[in-house]
Each structure stands twice: as C-alpha cells, then as structure tokens.
C-alpha cells in the first residue's frame, strides 16, 4: 500500500510539475476549450481515479 | 420343649409357633419384655428364643433378668441386629446361641434341637 | 438588494448551522462518525478565498489560481506516511496541534510558545481576508459604497460569537467538537452546491465563454501557462506551498487529526477530498471569463456576486453571498478554535500556572478568540485594503509553511534536534516577516517604505541576493523555507542529541487528585479507571498525556512535578523491577498452594460424612430389611412345605405374607423418596382438597389399624391448599403408621385451618416418645421401635419442602403436628437440611 501510494504520488506530481508550456501551443485547442485546462483537469481526475481505485478496495 | 418366643413382630411369631408346634414342642409367645418376664415367673421353660429388639425393655435387659432366674432357660437370641458387639454382649450374658434374621426354618430347627439335645 | 433581506438570511443560515451542530452532538453522532463527514470536513479549507478569491485570481491571473488545490492532492496521496503517523501519535500522546507535536518530538520549552505566538499572527492575514470577503460581498449586494470598515467590525464581532458558540460549549480533553464537525461538513456541501448552482446558471444562460475570447485578445494569457522560467517557479512554489500549508494549518490539523474518529476514513478521504476540490474548482474559468468580458471594471473578487445580478436574477446572488459567507464562517471557526487552542496550551497555561488560574481555562478560550479577531480586523484595517484576497491569504500560506522543515524533519529524521529546529523556525520568521508580512504593512501606509526596499539593494525585500523577476509570495516562500531548511539541517548536524528526558513516577491516589482538581472529576474517573492495572511510572505517563491535552505539554509536565518523583535509572529499575515481581509470583503461588490445600481438607471432611451416612444408611436399610424379610422367606417357607394345612392356618399365614410384602415395598417406597429429596425433585403443585387426602390416606392404613385392633377417629375441617398431593400423602400415612404403631388402642387424626395454614394432628395413646429422644425424634435413622428410621425424618422433610412445619407436641402419648402454607410460596425441592 505504502509503495503505491508513493508512486501514484510521484505520477502526479509528475503530471502537475509537467512543463506543459512546452507543449502547448495555443490558449485554444479542441472544441473551442483551452488545452491547459483540459490537461491540468483531466490530469486531476486521472489521479482522483487512480486512488480512488487504489486506496477504496482496502 | 416347652419353649419361650419373644419378638414384637406378629410376622416373625406366626411362623415360628407354626414351625416349632410342628416340630412337637410346646410354645408359649410374648411380645414385649414384660410379658415374657411375666411367662416366666409363671413356669419354666426349656428354651427362650428372645428377639432383642423389643419396646419398653429391650431384648438384653430381658435376657439378663431371665439368667438370673432359678430355672432360667437356654436362650437363642434372633435379631436383624448382625453387630459383632450384639453377639458378644449376648453371649456374654449367657445367651447359648445366636442367630441374624433372616434366617431358614432349616437352621433354626436344627439350632433348636442342638440345644434340645443339651438336655 | 434589502440589507434587511440579506442580514436575515445571512442569520437564518447561521441559525440553521447551529441547529446542525446541536444535531451533531445529539442524535446525530452517527453521521459524525462516517468517512464522508470527516471527507467534507475537510473542505474548510476551502473558505472565502475559494468562493470568491479564486474567480478573482483567475480572471487577472490565470491559472496561478489552481495549483493551492493541486498540492493538497499531492499530500493527501501520501497519507499512509503522513496522516496515519500523525493520527496515531495523536492518539497516544494526545496531540492538539503541530506545537504540541514540536513539543513533543524536540522537548524545547521555547519551541510551542513561539510556534504557537507566530501562528497567531501569521495567519491575522488569513482571517483578514475572511472579513473582507464578507464585507465586500454585503456592501456590494447592498448597493452601497461604504467605508469597508463599518462592516467589517461588526462581522469580525459576530464570527467570534459564533466560534465561541460552536467551540467552547465545554472542556474536552480530547479536543472533540462532534457538533462542529457536522455544521463544517453540512457547511462544505452547502458551498459546494452553491457555486456549481452559479457556475451552471451563468453558463447556461450565456453559453460557453471560450469562443468569445477570441475577440478579446487581452483575455488570452489567462487561458495560458505561466511565462519562462519565473512562471514555472511560481506554479511549482504555488503547488508545493499549499501542499505544506494543508499539512500544517492549525484549523487543517484539529479537522483531520484531532477530529478524526477513526483511521479508516482516510482510504475514502484520500481520494473523495481531492474530488471535491476538482468540483469545486470548475466554475472558476467560466466564471472568470465571462466577469472579464462582461463586468470588465468591476472587482474580479465580486464576479460571483456579480453575474448573477447582472442576470437580474437575485436569489442566485443570494445564495453566491450565502456560499461565501459559509466558507468564510467555518474557516473562522474552526481556525480561531484551532489558535485558542493553541494560545491555551502554550501561551496561557504557564502563566496561568504560575497565577493558579487553571479553573478557566473555558473562560480563556473564549478570550482568545474574541483577541484573536480582534486582532484579525486590526490587520483588516492596517493592510487589507491593498491587496487582493488571494495574495492575503498566501502571505499566512507561506508563514504556516515554517513549521514544515521542523515538523517533517522531526516526523522523519531522528538526527533532528531541539537546536535546529528553533534555529530553523527563528530564521524562517524573520524572513517570512522581512518579505512579506512587513511589506505589506508598508505597502498599505502603515510602515514607512524602508520596509519596501529593503537597506540595500541585495537585501531588498522583495528580492534578496538580486534575484528579481519573481513575485512576492513566490520569493518569500523560496527564501524563507531555504534558510528554514538549511539552518533546520546544519544546526542539527552540529548540536548532539540530548538525553532522553528523565522519566517520573508517582502514586495513582496523588496522580487522580491532580486531576480532579484542574480536569474535573470525570477526568479523574476515567483516569483512575485506565490505571488501575499500571506500574506508577505509566500511570504518571497517562495522567501527563490527558493533562496534556487540555492545558498543554509544557504546564502538564509543571503539573506533574508537584506530586511525582524521579523513577529511577533504566538499568537499575529494570532489576528492580524484577525482583519485585519474582516475590509477588512466589507469594501468590504460596497463596494458591494453601488455599488449595484447604479446599482440599474441607473436600476430604465432606466426603468423609457423606460416606458416613452413606454406610449409615445402608445399615439402617439393610437392618429395615431383614425382619420382614425373615417373616417372608419363613411364611413361604412353611407353605410349600406344608401343602396339607388348614384353609385357616393357610389363610392365616398368607395374609400375613401379603402385610410383610406390603411392608418391604413401603420401605423401599421411603427409601426412594428419601433419595429423591436428596437429589431435589421439584414440587408439583395443584389444588388439593385436603380433607379426601385426610380421608383418602385413613383409608388407606385401615387393614392395619383393623389388624391392630386400633380405633381410628377422625376430626376433619374443610380445607383447600395449593401444593403437591403426593408428599402430603406420603407425610399422612408416615405419620399414621408411625402412630399406629405405637398406639395401644386409639389413633386420632385432626385437620383444622387456622392464619393462612392448615394444621394436622396425629395423636396415637401409645407409650410417647421418651424424654432423652424427644430432641432426635425427627433426626434419620433413630428408630427405636421397630420402625425404618426415616419415616419420621422422612416427614419432616417433606413438610419442610412444602413450606410447613412440624413438630410434637406435649402431653399424654404422642401427637405430631404439621402445617401446610395454603399456597406454596417458597420453594425449596431438597427441604431443610
């Protein structure tokens, strides 16, 4: 439990330290939506998920 | 003989004037101390067969105040009371012979003829 | 809008808060004790500066507004090594806060006073912008432009009022508030709900924003990352900033340590917090976005008020203002409890040791808090204006930040020491203060510039050692938390550990006492309770931890000194203790082996009478036995051998054969009975009318009394008795035949009521009984005249199972008497004994 906790915190700090500047162009992208936000918030539910699976079934 | 039967039991009187009047002896029954006392003041007798278990005056006192009668009789002591103290005492008043109920008629007729033959 | 409407509502909501805290305390301390209040009580940490703050950042930031809420996820993933630890040192040491926890772990008497002093005022700016969030939002609804000040006084008086009400109802060692954390929860929810409402109305009525940026190109940076390298820093700063403060806000401790009922809420919390926060936070850009386009002058921080009345609609600004004032209300109550708290603890206590005030430590409390926000609306009134509500609070994020390097070196390292972690909290104070806490007095008038530049351009204020570019919070936090850091480390490597601190001991008596005297006698009850069974230096250990709680580490220990002594040295105590309890071993089993060898003998002695009685009783029987055993096997005897008797002879013999037998069952019939009462066979009770029994049972020893020639009388009243037939039977024809035979010529039996019991009298003119046997008449075996023995003891238990009693009486002959209780009340199977 502890081993993966510490690596889903890794991944998200991963995600959220992510130098997405670099990655992303333009402050509009799909559907008319800005990709920053669209990244930083389904990178946030990602995680959400991911606990939610890992840390429920205990 | 002309025999004596103490014993408070109409049950244990019954058969034995049965068994002894059969066996051709003359038998005279009491059923408390006094009244065999009384019978023996009256005549003599061969033979007392004396139940010590008896009201009013027991058996021993009964047997005592008959040795010291002038023609006291043999005595034969019956009593459901087995104790080796009761035997000894017995005898040692002068009881002749002693005997546990329940008893066969067998032993005591021959018992009875021992002593008829001491005569 | 009618200020008259909203101050209403504004109370009702309050009103309905406290009723949900009473709930919480009452009936409802089961919804307390699920993980999804604990979940939701969480969220005070979102608070004013959430609802209202964050709309504000990112309309003129961008998205510099989210990463306060990433870094609490990223701390939460980590609670096995965190929370859980924290949880259980708080369990065992009773820990209300991170003070007591530096306290604890380091021992420095200086450590949880200062913490607990620069708490108190790092996070004046943290309260602050609660009040000016609320003011503004009134003022605006209100449509007036009103000194903020006139509001804000009256709001700071009333969130203190209600912190009390909700905080301080009464002494709690362990620092639970069930009710609190309910109204917090509910309150969480509430906030929740109302900004999705507004978000989900404002788009729905005017569409999706993001086409429309387009045509505002002013708007664009807001949808982008921060630019270069500062931006990166200060997104990562942001995230790792609030990621410390969620750990050590003092209101963000008492909600998830010391509120917390149970461990496991931590597996739903670690996901469903995170998930409110996301939720919570998806209205921001829209909002933001369509405030900029649409209210471009108007204050960024009032966009969730202000859409809605743009709108026209009233009652959604109603509930944006509803929302707000929520978040801002719980933030205060429970971080003003939190700080009272604090200030009891390591401020107050000392002193009022010193000053044998401890009695009202209640009264103190409530002190703090109304100083305490008092003190907010001072720092209100001194720097408030000038900044934004967001940059406000992160001043307080960055002075909570300090207690990191101590508090998570101290968790994790054990090379930490007292020294270092002083040197460390001292160095990021006065850093912390240099760059943001006195700038922004400054900037608001109220220090002279000096602060704002510093005396020397390395030293400037907002950029040490040249370093320019970045923004203040950002700078300050970096600054800070480094010097914090390294002197935290250096200093510990370059100071030893010291001794553990010598250890006391003391009587339970002296120990409950104590505190009675500063708890209260539950205090004492539950104290006296839980060391009953504990060797003296555990139990001063236990009553150091519930002082603890209540007044502080550093008072409880000054406590303790007064009625403890030194244990002594570990070696030592350890032999010590050894050889005391090899004695008491050795003595508990020499008490053993001699109560065991007492039970023993007593064993042996009864089972020496019962087998006494045993024999005796064999004996008896046996003795019983043999006379109409004789008469039997002689009565048979002469009739088989005699064929050719008399029909009366016959006749004669076999009746008395027949009576003989009789005899011999009614024996054994007795001596069954005499073994059933031993082994206690209950009564069987019924209505009896015990005049046919009498008769009944004269009937039955008829033949004998015939046989004997005994004239039987009888004299029988009426009578009714509730008991059991049988054994009143077998007492009747005991008695009689007892009677009979000793009677010489009359039996007499006499049934009469008298109270509540029926009596019998047997007379028989017999002989009596003489004087010497009159005491043992009732006793077994005692026959003196040809009986069994037991018939009359026989009867004497009997009567006694039924509740009666019997006797003989004086006179002429013998009479025996016996009554019967009407009803049988008391039952006792086996009889007396």
């Known amino acids: ?58 | ?119 | 809008m009618n200020p008259l409407l909203l101050l209403l509502s504004l109370f009702l909501y309050l009103g309905l808060l406290f009723l949900v805290a009473l709930l919480g305390e009452g009936r409802g301390r089961f919804l307390v004790q699920s993980p999804w209040a604990y979940t939701l009580s969480l969220a005070v940490y979102a608070t004013a500066w959430t609802f209202m703050g964050s709309v504000g950042r990112a309309a003129m930031e961008g998205a510099s507004f989210l990463p306060i809420y990433l870094g609490p996820t990223l701390v939460l993933l980590l609670w096995p090594f965190l929370h859980e630890k924290l949880l259980s040192l708080a369990r065992a040491h009773r820990l209300t806060s991170w003070a007591d926890f530096l306290y604890l772990r380091f021992g420095h008497g200086l450590l949880g006073p200062l913490a607990a002093a620069f708490l108190v005022v790092g996070l004046l700016p943290y309260l602050a912008l609660q009040l000016k969030a609320i003011a503004q939002a009134f003022l605006f609804l209100r449509g007036e432009e009103e000194p903020l000040t006139d509001i804000a006084l009256p709001t700071a008086l009333l969130l203190a009022l209600f912190a009390i009400l909700f905080g301080t109802r009464r002494l709690d060692p362990s620092e639970r508030h069930q009710g609190l954390v309910l109204a917090v929860a509910f309150e969480s929810f509430v906030k929740l709900l109302a900004l999705l409402l507004v978000g989900g109305v404002v788009l729905w009525q005017l569409g999706n924003p993001f086409p429309r940026v387009q045509g505002h190109p002013e708007l664009l940076p807001l949808l982008l990352p921060q630019e270069g390298l500062t931006g990166y820093l200060e997104w990562a700063s942001l995230m790792v900033l609030s990621g410390l403060a969620f750990l050590f806000l003092p209101r963000q401790f008492h909600v998830s340590v010391v509120e917390n009922t149970d461990p496991r809420h931590l597996h739903l919390a670690a996901w469903a917090f995170p998930l409110y926060l996301l939720f919570i936070n998806l209205p921001v850009l829209p909002l933001a976005l369509w405030g900029r386009l649409l209210l471009p002058e108007g204050n960024p921080d009032l966009y969730v008020l202000a859409l809605p009345l743009e709108l026209g609609s009233a009652p959604l600004a109603l509930l944006a203002f509803l929302g707000g004032v929520s978040a801002a209300t719980a933030m205060v109550v429970v971080e003003s409890l939190a700080l009272s708290i604090l200030i009891s603890n390591h401020l107050l206590s000392p002193l009022l040791l010193r000053f044998r005030a401890l009695g009202s430590l209640l009264l103190w409390r409530r002190i703090s808090i109304l100083a305490v926000m008092l003190l907010a609306y001072l720092y209100f009134r001194l720097a408030g204006e000038a900044y934004a509500l967001v940059a406000m609070g992160l001043i307080s994020f960055v002075a909570v930040a300090q207690l990191a390097p101590a508090g998570l070196l101290g968790l994790f390292w054990k090379g930490a020491t007292p020294q270092g972690a002083l040197a460390g909290l001292l160095g990021g104070i006065v850093i912390w203060a240099y760059t943001l806490f006195l700038p922004a007095l400054a900037r608001s008038g109220w220090l002279p510039s000096f602060f704002l530049e510093g005396p020397h351009p390395l030293l400037s204020p907002e950029g040490l050692l040249g370093i320019r570019g970045l923004d203040p919070v950002t700078h300050g936090f970096l600054a800070s938390l480094t010097l914090n850091l390294a002197l935290t480390l250096g200093v510990s490597l370059f100071t030893r550990r010291e001794a553990l601190q010598e250890e006391r001991t003391g009587e339970v008596e002296e120990l409950a006492a104590l505190l009675r005297r500063v708890l209260g006698p539950e205090a004492e009850e539950s104290f006296r309770h839980q060391a009953r069974a504990l060797p003296g230096r555990e139990a001063a250990g236990l009553a150091e931890t519930l002082l603890a709680g209540s007044v502080g580490p550093a008072t409880a220990k000054l406590l303790l000194l007064s009625v403890t002594r030194e244990a002594p040295p570990e070696a030592l105590r350890e032999e010590v203790e050894e050889a005391a309890r090899e004695s008491r071993e050795l003595r508990a089993y020499a008490q053993a082996l001699e109560e065991a060898r007492k039970e023993l003998a007593e064993a042996y002695e009864r089972l020496k009478a019962l087998d006494q009685a045993k024999d005796e009783l064999l004996a008896a029987v046996s003795h019983e036995l043999k006379t109409p055993l004789t008469a039997v096997r002689a009565l048979a005897e002469i009739l088989e051998a005699n064929p050719d008797l008399s029909e009366e002879e016959r006749g004669r013999f076999v009746s008395l054969l027949a009576k003989e037998t009789a005899r011999l069952s009614r024996l054994v019939e007795e001596i069954l009975a005499y073994t059933r009462l031993q082994a206690g066979v209950p009564l069987a009770r019924s209505p009896t009318d015990l005049r046919a029994l009498a008769e009944e049972a004269l009937a039955l020893v008829e033949p004998l009394a015939r046989e004997r020639g005994i004239t039987m009388e009888s004299h029988l009243a009426g009578v009714q008795a509730l008991t059991d037939r049988d054994r009143v039977l077998q007492v009747l024809l005991n008695l009689l035949h007892n009677a009979l035979r000793h009677a010489r010529s009359r039996v007499r039996l006499e049934l009469t009521l008298t109270n509540r019991e029926a009596l019998f009298r047997v007379f028989d003119d017999g002989p009596g009984v003489p004087p010497q046997a009159r005491a043992l008449v009732f006793e077994p075996f005692q026959s003196f005249s040809g009986g069994t023995g037991l018939g009359l003891f026989l009867a004497r238990r009997l009567v006694e199972s039924l509740g009666g009693r019997i006797w003989l009486e004086e006179g002429e002959g013998a009479t025996f008497a016996f009554t019967l209780p009407l009803e049988v009340e008391h039952e006792d199977s086996g009889g007396g004994r």
């Open chain 1, 1 to 58: 439990m502890k081993e993966r906790s510490f690596a889903l915190f890794l991944l998200a700090l991963f995600l959220f330290l992510f130098p997405v500047s670099l990655v992303v162009p333009s402050p509009l992208g799909p559907w008319g939506l800005p990709p920053l936000y669209l990244y930083l918030y389904g990178s946030w539910g990602l995680v959400v998920l991911l606990a939610l699976l890992l840390f429920h079934r205990p």
């Open chain 2, 1 to 119: 003989m002309r025999i004596l039967v103490v014993d408070d039991e109409e049950s244990i009187l019954v058969p034995l004037e049965f068994l002894l009047k059969k066996a051709g002896h003359e038998v005279v029954l009491a059923r408390t101390g006094e009244e065999a006392l009384e019978a023996l003041s009256r005549g003599a007798f061969d033979l007392m067969v004396l139940d010590l278990m008896l009201p009013g005056m027991d058996g021993f006192a009964v047997l005592e105040r008959a040795k010291a009668l002038s023609q006291r009789p043999k005595v034969l002591v019956l009593t459901a009371r087995g104790r080796e103290a009761d035997r000894a005492k017995a005898l040692a008043l002068g009881a002749e012979a002693f005997m546990a109920k329940p008893f066969g008629i067998q032993d005591l007729l021959s018992q009875v003829e021992e002593l008829a033959g001491g005569r």
